[in-house]
């Protein structure tokens, strides 16, 4: 049988399955497996493999069968990305909870004593495998990559009970907060230089310098940056109710509910530094994260029944399924625009997988009045498995391009399992009924 056929027979039966009553033995079965799923293809790949007890933090670069390749640096990005990953399982796994607490407690060793800047504060971007940063000129410090420290750490200290990881957390905030926001604009700088100056900006130029290493323009407010402070201050916030953390964490979850979402149900890439939307493209796999991120971000602001932002998360994933949703293959694809269907046709693994968390969030929200979301989660799930799993090595294939071939990577930099392991443990949790 040719692979888009299995998908489709496979997710046929798990339509049939899904349509079951809520924590039914089918749904019990689904969310099994979704945990053998997280073992064989997300975990046992890279842990223990990754953990470094040489140069300390995570390895990243592996081949498509797992050998290891060369490192050239800890980027904080993988680096935190591992740690929150080996605190979730801790957390969510009893069975997995001893050996990766030891991963975690790992992470959150090298984020403290060679990731952080000691002198200066904030996370370095990258750090040599060895000895001291080296602090070339134009070096930058990104806000995304604080971002993913605390919320890492936030996540590990809850695991760990460890107070140096909270006490990190909490000084990454203040670091953000005190460097890369501007007095009288909303939002958050895209980065700033090692010693948290800001990075110059010609006034009048036709677009804004961009971010060395990233591509991202310095003066815009970028959506991704924002999404994922929002997530970050949120955990903290479960961790430290401080006012003035909750405040933070009020004004950016307003300012990606009312300023970069836009009808008839995606983001805005990008504001200018007056707040105004820049003009670009729909990125489908953000716009279904964000609609898990604000309902997550209402729960910890004690206003989990807002109604104005339950209705922006859903337009968001009813807008994904509209218009970047192939429904008879299950993928979601990563770029299109707000009225028309997507012109970049390629599937990336990270949102294919906040696909199916976002589908059974809405499922568990909204499936009394609509099987619409069940029968997609069955579509989107059975893709993910024909398509992106190696059956052979073990792993996630990156992503498949437009002319339907696979990519073949499976670890680098910004490939670590923080996409797949929130997936597959939100989604078995959502299936069993169990609390959160």
């Known amino acids: 049988m040719a692979p888009s056929l299995q998908a489709a027979a496979l997710a046929a039966v798990l339509a049939v399955a899904l349509a079951a009553s809520p924590s039914s033995a089918a749904d019990r079965a689904l969310a099994d497996g979704m945990d053998a799923y997280l073992v064989r293809h997300v975990l046992a790949p890279r842990f223990p493999a990754c953990v470094d007890r040489e140069h300390g933090g995570f390895h990243a670069n592996f081949a498509s069968d797992w050998t290891k390749q060369p490192d050239r640096h800890r980027f904080v ?21 001893q050996e990766y607490l030891a991963y975690a407690r790992h992470g959150i060793a090298f984020l403290r004593d060679r990731q952080w800047d000691r002198e200066r504060g904030g996370f370095f971007d990258a750090v040599p495998l060895a000895g001291a940063p080296e602090l070339v000129e134009g070096a930058t410090k990104m806000t995304y990559g604080q971002a993913f420290g605390v919320y890492a750490l936030a996540v590990a200290h809850r695991a760990a009970a460890e107070p140096a990881a909270l006490e990190l957390a909490q000084r990454a905030w203040r670091w953000v907060e005190d460097h890369c926001r501007e007095p009288g604009r909303s939002g958050y700088l895209t980065g700033v230089r090692v010693d948290g100056g800001r990075v110059a900006v010609d006034a009048d130029a036709v677009a804004p310098a961009n971010l060395p290493g990233m591509g991202v323009p310095v003066a815009y407010r970028d959506m991704n940056t924002h999404i994922h ?7 903290l916030l479960k961790e430290w109710p401080d006012p003035r953390l909750r405040e933070s964490t009020r004004r ?30 729909s990125s489908f796999g953000h716009d279904v994260e964000t609609g898990f991120l604000l309902l997550e971000a209402a729960a910890a602001l004690g206003v989990p029944e807002d ?59 909204h499936g009394r009045e609509t099987p619409r979301y069940r029968e997609a989660l069955a579509r989107a ?55 959160r």
């Open 77 to 97: 990005v993988y680096q935190a990305r591992n740690t929150w990953n080996a605190a979730a399982v801790a957390l969510a796994r009893p069975a997995l909870r």
């Open 229 to 235: 402070l929002l997530e970050a201050w949120t955990e």
């Open 252 to 281: 950016l979850f307003e300012l990606l509910r009312d300023a970069f979402y836009s009808e008839p149900g995606t983001l805005h890439l990008f504001l200018d530094p007056e707040g105004r939307p820049v003009a670009g493209p």
């Open 307 to 365: 109604p104005r932002t339950q209705r922006v998360a859903r337009r968001l994933v009813d807008h994904a399924l509209a218009v970047g949703w192939n429904a008879e293959t299950g993928q979601l694809y990563e770029e299109g625009f707000a009225i028309r269907p997507a012109f970049d046709r390629s599937v990336q693994w990270w949102a294919q997988f906040e696909l199916v968390n976002a589908l059974s969030l809405m499922d568990a929200l």
């Open 381 to 435: 799930w059975a893709f993910t498995r024909e398509r992106l799993t190696d059956e052979q090595h073990g792993g996630v294939y990156a992503g498949v391009d437009g002319d339907g071939r696979v990519l073949p990577a499976k670890s680098n930099d910004w490939f670590a399992g923080y996409h797949t392991s929130r997936a597959l443990l939100l989604t078995a949790a959502r299936l069993r009924g169990e609390p």
